[in-house]
């Protein structure tokens, strides 16, 4: 939690590749698509309403693209997201903490991108998610994380004209990482279960694909100076289903606001 009136902002840069990819949950490879490249940018803000509750926004730009076939390159901002992250229990274990954090997150499409094509930026869909989080923390430094989350999906217009369903998504997410005032590391697993939904297939929408996969990934966050601190992180994918084996690097620089009163409560 940020702490009532303590603000933060964060820009990101990334890029995500694979050339295998999953059909169903089979890994195969496909020679009129070679390496699918998405690269982008991110905008991530985030402020504490009081010491329990946050506000976070965050914008992405995406350029997608492969390096054989005829695929035009798609490029633009993909879906805005909107969150409220509530801290409604913290519990002192001794000199330990346990917090108990909820949260509920929007999003929806800020562009017109198409949502059918293997290399698009997005799914064009408007979704709501649910998580609640245990946050376990020590005096030594280090912390684990555990969430779990639902994501509910609406409905999506492809171009061939008629509207077909994105699943929804359950997802489980666990971290265990060290911080003090300069450094802080981390090391995640992420575990999304698809709902409903398709296999890849002739004729078959993308948007309405299963689309499951485990990630494991780690993250490096340095305070250089004043209010500036580095941060980058390194991400690849277990298994999959409907998605690429995808490795993915990002790096970006997270700035420290000007504090503001808060409410105080």
């Known amino acids: 939690m940020q702490g009532a009136g303590n603000s933060v902002a964060a820009v990101s840069a ?61 490029t633009g901002l993909q879906d805005v997201s909107a969150a409220l992250r509530l801290r409604p229990l913290s519990l002192a274990l001794g000199s330990q903490r346990l917090d108990v954090v909820v949260a509920g ?21 408007t979704a709501v998610e649910g998580r609640v989080l245990l946050h376990y923390v020590t005096t030594s430094g280090w912390s684990f ?17 008629f509207d077909v369903d994105a699943p929804d998504q359950v997802e489980f997410w666990t971290k265990a990482a060290w911080g003090d005032s300069d450094w802080y590391g981390d090391v995640w697993l992420q575990h999304v279960v698809p709902q409903s939904g398709t296999n890849i297939g002739p004729g078959v929408p993308f948007p309405s694909n299963a689309q499951g996969f485990t990630r494991i990934g780690a993250t490096v966050v340095r305070h250089v ?35 503001w009163s808060g409410v105080q409560l």
């Not at 490249?37 to 995406?62: C, Q």
């Not at 800020?110 to 698009?120: A, G």
């Not at 639902?150 to 061939?160: A, C, K, P």
């Open 14 to 74: 990334f890029q995500e590749s694979y050339s295998y990819y999953a059909v169903g949950e089979r890994p195969t490879d496909n020679t009129g698509l070679g390496v699918i490249t998405a690269r982008g940018a991110t905008l991530y803000a985030a402020s504490g309403v009081t010491d329990f509750l946050d506000v976070i926004v965050n914008v992405p730009w995406i350029s997608t693209g492969s390096d054989a076939g005829f695929w035009e390159t798609q």
């Open 105 to 125: 997150v929007y999003s929806t499409p800020m562009s017109d991108y198409v949502p059918d094509l293997p290399v698009t930026i997005g799914h064009q869909v």
């Open 145 to 161: 994380t555990g969430q779990g989350g639902y994501l509910g999906r609406g409905t999506v217009t492809v171009d061939r004209g």
């Open 225 to 259: 100076f004043a209010d500036w601190s580095v941060v980058a992180g390194l991400a690849g994918t277990l298994d999959a289903r409907n998605v690429g084996y995808a490795t993915r690097f990002n790096i970006g620089f997270v700035h420290r606001l000007p504090s």
